[in-house]
């Protein structure tokens, strides 16, 4: 099962020479495969982009920007994670030569993702998670999982080892989280 590291700046910060540090702690401490950089409103967005790559690349981990497939491309991400409100941005990311995630909240979004050839989806939320509404529990997420056949990352008040077991008997692609990887 892969793990997806998710930036915040309330956890990173918006500095780069902090950043830096506490980003490659967190690759040392929990080696995961995939990170997003998400930072929604820093204005030196570009810059701890490149810093994040970097390090991705350091650490073979892939590299993921949020929301903005010009700029994954231009400095070398692996991939974009789109929001759920940019499903028609996935053929464009794909043209760019970007894998290409989005987020989903419901079955329809998972399919629509599917069908127009998303990489893969995080689904949430599985657990609770503040601000992010009703958990869908683990018995929803493997009901979508007989319903699709895209890569399923789950996401949602993923802090415990407990929560990243029982995900992993659901059989998903992987997990995400900002507070796990950061604690």
Do not use: W
Not at 139 to 146: F, G, H, I, R, V
């Amino acid at each position: 099962m892969k793990k997806y590291l998710i930036t915040s700046p309330e956890h990173y910060t918006q500095k780069a020479e902090s950043f830096a540090q506490k980003l490659e702690e967190s690759f040392l401490r929990h080696k995961p495969d995939m990170a997003l950089y998400r930072d929604k409103q820093n204005a030196a967005y570009e810059v701890l982009a490149k810093i994040f790559v970097e390090l991705c690349r350091k650490h073979k981990i892939a590299a993921y920007l949020h929301g903005d497939a010009s700029l994954a491309q231009k400095i070398g991400a692996d991939g974009v994670h789109l929001t759920s409100t940019q499903y028609d941005a996935i053929s464009t990311a794909k043209e760019k030569g970007l894998l290409v995630g989005i987020s989903a909240h419901t079955h329809d979004e998972v399919l629509e993702a599917q069908n127009r050839g998303a990489f893969y989806v995080t689904y949430s939320p599985i657990f609770a998670s503040p601000d992010k509404g009703e958990p869908k529990g683990i018995e929803e997420l493997q009901t979508l999982l007989t319903l699709c056949d895209i890569n399923v990352i789950a996401l949602g008040g993923i802090v415990e080892d407990a929560q990243i077991k029982a995900i992993a008997k659901a059989k998903v692609y992987g997990f995400a989280s900002i507070r796990y990887f950061y604690e």
